[in-house]
Nanobody, 116 residues
Framework: QVQLVESGGGLVQPGGSLRLSCAAS??????????ITWYRQAPGKERELVAT???????NYVDSVKGRFTISRDNAKNTVYLQMNSLKPEDTAVYYC????????WGQGTQVTVSS
């Protein structure tokens, strides 16, 4: 059974940092083949792509997080990370990870709240 489990969310003050993790298990193919994308969805808004890391390690970010967020992967641990620095209230959302290789899989999400 394929599982993607996000963790690391929480409440943080503006300017603070969090590191999200997306741990994968049960994939038919090796985790290294999968492109992993972090999405987020704020209340009343559409889900938006935040950052992607491909199977060869290439990365891409939405403009609003460039220079603040870093996506990385550890294939030995079947895990992708999203390091989030200089957090702003507008980063508040539920963050989801998505895996794609032939098929698409989604995690259940982790809440990030940026507030003083």
């Amino acid at each position: 059974q394929v599982q993607l489990v996000e963790s690391g969310g929480g409440l943080v003050q503006p300017g603070g940092s969090l590191r999200l993790s997306c741990a994968a298990s049960g994939f038919t193919f090796s985790f290294r083949y999968y492109a992993i994308t972090w999405y987020r969805q704020a209340p009343g808004k559409e889900r938006e792509l935040v950052a992607t890391i491909t199977n060869d390690g290439s990365t891409n970010y939405v403009d609003s997080v460039k220079g603040r967020f870093t996506i990385s992967r550890d294939n030995a641990k079947n895990t992708v990370y999203l390091q989030m620095n200089s957090l702003k209230p507008e980063d508040t959302a539920v963050y989801y990870c998505r895996a794609y290789y032939i098929r698409v899989y989604w995690g259940q999400g982790t809440q990030v709240t940026v507030s003083s």
